[in-house]
């Protein structure tokens, strides 16, 4: 369910000249209907979303918005639930000619977005079940699996976990305390639980990296080190930093937002 947004929380910047001189009547009047809509199909919950869009009229009404503010608070998108968002979109480029026209509004190139995401524990927990993440996850898997120490062989374990080219699999403790995760993954067909213990840090703003980790097939199993495991997020990812606190993850940064094909 997403909360109703009102024309009122898309606003020009009042220090600005389009401000002054009543240029948010005009943004307030044609972007808000769009926007919503835009949201409406990008979200499948969010509450407190407060949203501002700044830009002179000319600007706006040639597609070209300078800064978009959004800031909400217990959003889920994609399956993905996030406690809180703040965030700052920079040089968006929409085709706000056609959407005058009746068409949908759509991204004519790419753009930052810069800002805090906090992800609390039942956030993660609940994420766990949402493809993208499983996607993910059994990506993570796999890598795990590839990368063998001698006479540590993780197939037996996080095999189970997968079926095919899925990730098969029930979500038990999921802990965030100080520099430390803790993450349990039952396999859904039955077998051994398997539990990752690891601290995160970040290198060159998008490779993520397993610090002093340990994994346990099972309760009775000697851990498995895997310290230094790197995974890459992408070159659209810029993170700046990334805490473990207790009951949640702190991260800011960048994302490069690309439009759709």
């Given amino acids: 369910m997403v909360d109703e947004l009102t024309d009122d929380t898309v606003t020009a910047d009042p220090t600005s000249a ?10 307030s009047r044609i972007l808000p209907p769009a926007v919503r809509l835009l949201i409406q199909t990008q979200v499948d919950q969010v509450e407190n979303l407060v949203f501002r869009i700044e830009g002179r009229d ?35 480029h929409i085709n706000l000619g056609q959407v005058l026209r009746g068409k949908p509004l759509r991204l ?6 810069v800002g805090e995401v906090v992800i609390q524990e039942r956030d993660l927990a609940a994420s766990l079940a949402a493809p993208l993440l499983r996607d993910g996850i059994r990506d ?25 080219d899925q990730a098969q699999f029930q979500v038990g403790e999921v802990a965030i305390a100080p520099n430390q995760l803790t993450l349990t993954l039952i396999p859904a067909q039955g077998g051994a639980a398997v539990t990752l213990r690891t601290g995160l ?29 790197e995974l890459d997020l992408g070159p659209e990812v810029q993170i700046d930093s990334l805490a473990l606190t207790q009951g949640q993850i702190d991260i800011r940064g960048t994302v490069q937002v690309i439009p759709a094909d």
């Avoid at 389009?18 to 943004?27: E, L, N, P, V």
């Avoid at 040639?62 to 979109?89: C, F, M, N, T, W």
């Avoid at 004519?108 to 977005?113: A, E, G, K, S, V």
């Fill in 18 to 27: 389009a401000s002054r001189q009543g240029g948010s009547r005009m943004i």
């Fill in 58 to 92: 000319r600007q706006i009404l040639s597609g070209y918005v300078p800064k978009a503010a959004i800031a909400a608070d217990r959003a889920v998108y994609q399956g993905l639930h996030l406690s809180h968002v703040q965030v700052e979109a920079l040089e968006i």
């Fill in 108 to 113: 004519l190139q790419r753009f930052p977005i």
């Fill in 140 to 164: 993570f898997l796999k890598q795990l699996m590839a990368v063998q120490s001698p006479g540590q062989d993780l197939r037996p374990y996080l095999g189970a976990l997968l079926q095919g």
């Fill in 201 to 229: 840090a970040v290198r060159e703003g998008h490779i993520l990296i397993l610090h002093q980790p340990s994994l346990l097939p099972a309760a009775e199993a000697e851990p498995i080190n895997l310290d230094g495991f």
